[in-house]
Structure formats: C-alpha cells, structure tokens
C-alpha cells in the first residue's frame, strides 16, 4: 500500500462484538485469523480514540512500515512539483506569469525526480550508459506500487506500460513526451495535459490554495489565491536558506520538517527545479539587490555540481578551470565566494549520504534531470 493510500479503517460498536459481515469484510472473523493478528488488533483498538474499538487490518501497517523503512521515512505532504508551482503563483491574484514560459517543462521534470526520490523509477543498470551524458541514459520502473499522487500515478503507470511493450526510454524524450514535445505523432499521447491545472486543484484539496474566478477583459478563469500563507512562507524560506548559508553544514531551516525522505536530496531540487521554472524572482521578491543576486548565484553554482554524475563532479572540470569573468566580478563584489563553494560542497557530501551505494542509480536520474533542465533556456 502507498504512503497516500488510505488505511482501512472502520469505527465499531462500544461493545466488544461486532456484525460478522463487517468482520468477514475485515479478515478479523475468529478461526480464520491467527492469534497474533487478533492480539495485535485487540491492542490498537485499546490505543485509538480514547480506548474505542477501531477494526482495521493489520497487514495495513506492516505494509506501511515496510514501505517507511524502504523509503526512508514518510512521504512530504507536498510533492515538488506542487512547491514549484506555489513558489510561482501570485499570492493573492492567484496565477502564475503570463510571460513564464519554462515552467511547464520544468514540471514535467519534476515528476521524473519525485518518482525517482519515492525509489519507483531509476536508471537501468547498463555499464555502457557510462558513455553517455546523463540526461541520455535510459529509464526503467523498479517499483509500480502506486503514490496517491494522481499525476505521479499516471505517468508511472504510462512508464510502465511502455516498458511492457518494449521500449524503454531516455530522461530527455520521456520529459520531452510528457511535455508534448514531440514530432512523433503515435506518441503525442503520453502528453500530460493541463499539470499546472490538476496541481492546483490538488493544492486546493489540501488547503493551501482556494479557487477563485477572475475576469480577464472577454473571458474569465478559474484562479487561485494562496490560502495558506504559512505554508509558502515556510517554501521560500527554506529555498533561501539554503542559498544564503555560508557553512559546509546545511542549515536545518532548509530542510522540509513535514517528510524524512532524502531531505537533502529533495531541498537541492527543490531549488534547482524553481530556478529552471523561473519562479524564484518571485519567491525572492522581498530580497535586497545584493541578496538576491547572491543567491541566484549560488543556485546556478548548485545545480552546476548536482547536474553532473557522480554528484560534485563538476568543481574538477573544466568549468571550475574556466571561470565565467563576469561572475568571478560579481563574487568579487559580493565579498568573494569562498563560503558559498564550502556550502555546496557540505550539501554534496550530505546529499551522498542519502544514497544507498556509490552507484544509486535513482540518485543518478535525478541528475540526468537537472542537466536537462540546466540547459532549459537554450531548449525554448
């Protein structure tokens, strides 16, 4: 059972006994159940709601506990597709910029990583991928169980049917796919349509956002306020302290407190996915010049050394040899950036304990993804 899965749960009688088509429905009817399902069932109905008695079926927290030790640790209330496209909208008129045209492709990246951080798609293990560019290595599904995410589940599903039929794609084509980027016309179907839409009326069912309707001169549209300021705040917040923090040790305000997988992992593309979108002028709207251009440059120096393989590859490469003259004046001006590089490289080694072996070959596709979106302006 996924971690949004909803647990069965049902409410019974005050009294220790119960009709025998709920019990039957339950796998909780005498015989045909063993002891230890129904001692472990005895005890939490003692544990919730006061002492009431609460049938439900155990196998459903095994299956959670696997899945929490698997994962390590529950999933985030919101997914970074959803940050992203919060991180964009304007508080209280409630859409994104008209003239923001990178977004929805960054979007689509965004499903690629949040599949690959919840360890239900990877790279396949192929030695020869070595000779190709990350973003040129090709996907493989490792875990269909479902999400509970709606968009999640549908490309995972569309991944794997795919799969099934024989064909197994790249980070590129499949963001290119889902993005509609495609001359093929027998794949113009594996376009997600409408994300931007279906990510806020998500939003919408947890509360964040509400709906409003606008008008716009001949037409009106549905838009959508931010309802729960605390939750952005809390969003921009965390993307700014991890790009201000001049320590090798990543700032625990960066750090989402609501899900304990790869935390780490998630804050690095959390920020190197808003800035692909361009969505952090907005977030950072309440900046000083000097901040803001301190950021921005510490955002682009972090999804430089998270966009290659293996992780921090690139403060060795010929770009670190080559530094961009403007951007070594900018640093200069700023006071110089000898912190900045400790931090990113803090965040490199932390990020690199998150990963199950040298070789993590999720970790691996979220890089292919942010070389991909690295290069996002050159593609539009």
Known sequence: MSSGGLQRRRVAASSSTADDDDSDAWGLNGSSTPASV??????????????????????????????????????????IMEEVLLLGIKDKQGYLSFWNDNISYALRGCILIELALRRRIA??????????????RVV???????????????????????????????????????????????????????????????????????????????????????????????????VAALLTSTTSAVPPAALDKEGTQARCARAVALAAAAYAASVLDNAFGRLTYEEREAAFQRCEELVQEFASWPFGAASGGAAAARPNPRRAASRIGMGGSGSGREAILGLVTEVKKEMQGDEDLSFELVAGVLEVLSKLDSLL
């Not at 790279?123 to 040129?136: G, M, N």
């Not at 084509?173 to 990510?199: A, C, P, Y």
């Open 38 to 79: 129904n001692a472990a069932t005895s005890h939490a109905g003692s544990a919730f709601a006061g002492g009431s008695k609460i049938a439900f079926d155990p196998r459903d927290l095994i299956d959670q506990e696997d899945e929490d030790a698997r994962q390590g640790g529950r999933a985030p209330r919101l997914t």
């Open 123 to 136: 790279l396949v293990k192929d030695p020869s991928r070595r000779s190709l560019p990350p973003s040129e």
């Open 140 to 238: 493989e599904v490792i875990d269909t169980r479902l999400t509970g995410e709606t968009i999640l589940d549908e490309t995972l599903k569309m991944m794997k049917q795919t799969e099934t039929a024989g064909e197994r794609m790249a980070i590129n084509t499949w963001i290119d796919l889902l993005s509609g980027e495609t001359w093929n016309v027998m794949k113009i179907g594996f376009q997600l349509k409408q994300v931007r839409e279906r990510l806020a009326k998500g939003l919408v069912d947890k509360g964040v956002l509400r709906t409003e309707k606008r008008n716009f001169l001949l037409f009106d549209m549905a838009t959508h306020p931010v309802a729960d300021v605390r939750t952005k705040e809390g969003i921009i917040a965390r």
